[in-house]
Each structure stands twice: as structure tokens, then as C-alpha cells.
């Protein structure tokens, strides 16, 4: 007999992994340091999420002091127009892998490490995963607006999309 807590756990990974499967850009959020958050557009490298995320970047880049000294992250994903969004929570950790490297490259790295896959320059940034929320909402306009009177003139909010959250 199979895990009901183990079975919801996989479902959300699955509904996540879905999700990520259409939205390839990130804001990464960063601490720097006095308490500041910054937060850029980063690729993610691979589009199977197995709660670790990987992102390319140069090892002069102003994130890489930020991830060493408050290693706590935050990924956001978008895809307005399916009217769905993604929220991840981690550790990012650097990671100087060559073989690694080999393994996620693809040619739309070479638009920003135009060296290719050997420029010494290329580090990697592995976030764990610890804990992630989705929001997902019925993406055809028609429907929205449908959900959005039915919940302000019932006050039942059961239409308006689905919104989970767990540790990973």
C-alpha cells in the first residue's frame, strides 16, 4: 500500500516540474550584504525539477560574493499568459564542475560565454530546493472573468486556481 503523504509529495513535484517545463527564466533573489535583496533574470539550466536547480553565471558577477556570504535564495517563475506562477525557496551553493558544465550546456549559453563551454570564467549555481509554491488559475480569459464574479458575488474562492505550498 503506497504512502498517501509520499504520493502528494510526488504529485507536487510533478505539478511543479510541469509548470517549469514552459517558463525557462527566473528572478533569482539574492541577500547582499546590509540586508538588501537584489533579484535578476537567470536561465535555468535543466527542465527536469527534482527540487536542484541549476543556473549559469560568471564567476565575476556581483551575485557570486552575495550567494557565498547569505546562501539563502529565492527563484520566481512566470508564464502570465497561462496565468501561472512558481515560487522556490533554497540554498544556492557554487559549483565548479566542469563535466557538469558539459552535461547542461547549450548553444544559448554561448550568447553570454561566447569562449563556449571551456571559458574558465563558468561557474555554476546549484539551488536546493526546501520549499516551493504554485499558483495555477484557469488561463482563458473568458474563464477568469467567469471565476472572478463567482467568487465575488459567492465568496468561494474553489475556481479561482489552485495554490499549494510544501517543503521539498
Given at each position: 500500500m503506497s504512502d498517501?503523504?509520499?504520493?502528494?509529495?510526488?504529485?507536487?513535484?510533478?505539478?511543479?516540474?510541469?509548470?517549469?517545463?514552459?517558463?525557462?527564466?527566473?528572478?533569482l533573489t539574492t541577500q547582499h550584504e546590509g540586508g538588501e535583496l537584489y533579484s535578476r533574470?537567470?536561465?535555468?539550466?535543466?527542465?527536469?525539477?527534482?527540487?536542484?536547480?541549476?543556473?549559469?553565471?560568471?564567476?565575476?558577477?556581483?551575485?557570486?560574493?552575495?550567494?557565498?556570504?547569505?546562501p539563502k535564495v529565492n527563484l520566481a517563475y512566470s508564464h502570465p499568459g497561462k496565468n501561472s506562477f512558481v515560487s522556490i525557496s533554497g540554498r544556492a551553493e557554487l559549483v565548479d564542475d566542469q563535466k557538469k558544465i558539459d552535461e547542461l550546456w547549450n548553444p544559448i549559453n554561448a550568447a553570454f560565454f561566447p569562449d563556449g563551454k571551456d571559458d574558465p570564467d563558468i561557474v555554476l549555481i546549484k539551488v536546493e530546493a526546501e520549499s516551493a509554491e504554485y499558483w495555477d488559475s484557469p488561463s482563458s480569459k473568458i474563464i477568469q472573468a467567469y471565476?472572478?464574479?463567482?467568487?465575488?458575488?459567492?465568496?468561494?474562492?474553489?475556481?479561482?486556481?489552485?495554490?499549494?505550498?510544501?517543503?521539498?
Open positions: 498517501p503523504k509520499h504520493t502528494a509529495h510526488q504529485e507536487f513535484l510533478a505539478k511543479i516540474n510541469d509548470m517549469l517545463k514552459d517558463i525557462r527564466i527566473a528572478m533574470p537567470m536561465a535555468t539550466q535543466e527542465a527536469q525539477f527534482d527540487g536542484t536547480l541549476y543556473f549559469m553565471t560568471s564567476k565575476k558577477s556581483g551575485k557570486i560574493s552575495d550567494l557565498l556570504n547569505y471565476s472572478f464574479i463567482k467568487t465575488a458575488i459567492t465568496g468561494n474562492h474553489d475556481d479561482a486556481g489552485k495554490n499549494e505550498r510544501q517543503k521539498i
